[in-house]
């Protein structure tokens, strides 16, 4: 069973930055393509970025385009999202996800296996 632990949340003042970490086990991680979402207070979980299998293409919402990159290492099988000028709306709980099928996909549902997630908290 494929298991997904993130770490590196946190409070932050808006303008600073934070590194998200997703560590991976129990799979074949170099084979997954991998996302990240978070999810809001009454709101729905939603897309922020994805990174394929190779690390060679990433997508990303247009909401966090130019200030959040995500990365991989395989030898590590860890997937990381750095966030920089954070902003207080960037304020969630951010979850890993690995998708075994296709890259680049938006949806949760399209995703397989998720972490527990790890609260980031942006002060104004």
């Known amino acids: 069973q494929v298991q997904l632990v993130e770490s590196g949340g946190g409070l932050v003042q808006a303008g600073g930055s934070l590194r998200l970490s997703c560590a991976a086990s129990?799979?074949?991680?170099?084979?997954?393509?991998m996302g990240w979402f978070r999810q809001a207070p009454g709101k729905e979980r939603e897309f922020v970025a994805s990174?394929?299998?190779?690390?060679?293409?990433?997508y990303y919402a247009d909401s966090v385009k130019g200030r959040f990159t995500i990365s991989r290492d395989n030898a590590k099988n860890t997937v990381y999202l750095q966030m920089n000028d954070l902003k207080p709306e960037d304020t969630a709980v951010y979850y890993c996800?690995?998708?075994?099928?296709?890259?680049?996909?938006?949806?949760?549902?399209?995703?397989?296996?998720w972490g527990q997630g790890t609260q980031v908290t942006v002060s104004s």
């Open positions: 996800a690995a998708d075994v099928t296709y890259w680049g996909r938006s949806r949760p549902g399209d995703y397989d296996y």
């Open positions: 129990g799979g074949t991680f170099n084979t997954y393509h």
């Open positions: 990174i394929s299998w190779s690390g060679g293409r990433t």
